[in-house]
């Protein structure tokens, strides 16, 4: 299978949707975000709002007990549950899509990320430690995507990390037929591989988009997109994309680095807005 460059002239070949013509936040689809620890909080707030900015109507947040109340009033526009209380089948088969993992301790991330394969047939993202003892995932019949930088990936496969970032391409591809399941092992170049062998890569070279939390937007944005509808494969490349597009325009705005992971939503909408005039 060739491996085909993510450029404008291959995302206008899948256009964004146009955005829905009402104002019912429940048209636009429901994602839940498990995320967060005691220790990092902030990572389910940096994914709520990247997945809001990308146009998701509802967002629901499973996070700490103790960041329940802080997380509902930094992101008022989503709902928050205790992610340490039971996940019941009714608060996952209500959503459109799932991301599991960022920020979250690995014991918290598996048991969601268990909860997940029984209960939903929604589209599964996992990010960080929800992708930790992944080697017998288990059968779904719906998309999942991982989203592993070098190390995570290293980890995931039980190889050194200089050979991920080596061969991103064929590790990539080689997980992607293992698990099952859409790869995005993110870079400076990022690589977006599918179980049938299609195989993508995304330049671009952003030093900025390497700030702590920059994952956590990026896997925000790629749930967002897909709980609004738009297929697995097209959800990641679009997300790889806009998460650049916007570390692009704060490098203008602000500098090459030093910009934050937290804006880089907020640029999100203007970047998609000249997408689909394109």
Not at 41 to 54: D, I, K, N, Q, T
């Amino acid at each position: 299978m060739d491996l085909q460059e993510v450029t404008p002239a291959l995302l206008r070949r899948h256009p964004l949707p146009a955005p829905a013509g009402d104002d019912d936040k429940n048209r636009h689809g429901q994602v839940l975000i498990a995320a967060g620890s005691r220790d990092t909080p902030g990572a389910a707030l940096l994914s709520a709002e990247a997945a809001l900015r990308a146009g998701i109507g509802k967002v629901t947040m499973a996070v700490p007990r103790t960041a329940l109340l802080a997380a509902g009033i930094a992101v008022p526009e989503s709902r928050v549950v205790d992610a340490e209380g039971r996940i019941s089948r009714a608060l996952l088969a209500s959503k459109t899509a799932l991301l599991i993992g960022p920020g979250m301790a690995p014991d918290a991330a598996v048991r969601w990320r268990s909860a997940a394969f029984e209960a939903s047939d929604a589209l599964i993202v996992l990010d960080a430690a929800a992708m930790q003892r992944l080697r017998q995932p288990g059968k779904r019949i719906r998309p999942t995507i991982l989203t592993p930088h070098a190390g995570e990936m290293a980890a995931l496969w039980d190889q050194p990390e200089s050979s991920i970032s080596r061969d991103p391409v064929t590790a990539a591809r080689a997980a992607a037929r293992e698990f099952g399941m859409i790869v995005v092992l993110k870079g400076t170049t990022t690589v977006i591989a599918a179980p049938g062998g299609a195989t993508f890569r995304h330049r671009a070279e952003i030093a900025g988009l390497g700030v702590s939390g920059s994952g956590d937007v990026l896997a925000g944005l790629i749930v967002g997109l897909a709980g609004q509808g738009v297929p697995a494969i097209e959800a990641s490349l679009w997300g790889v994309a806009l998460h650049a597009a916007a570390g692009r325009r704060l490098a203008r705005r602000i500098g090459t680095t030093g910009y934050l992971a937290r804006e880089l939503a907020a640029e999100v909408p203007r970047v998609m807005q000249q997408a689909r005039r394109k």
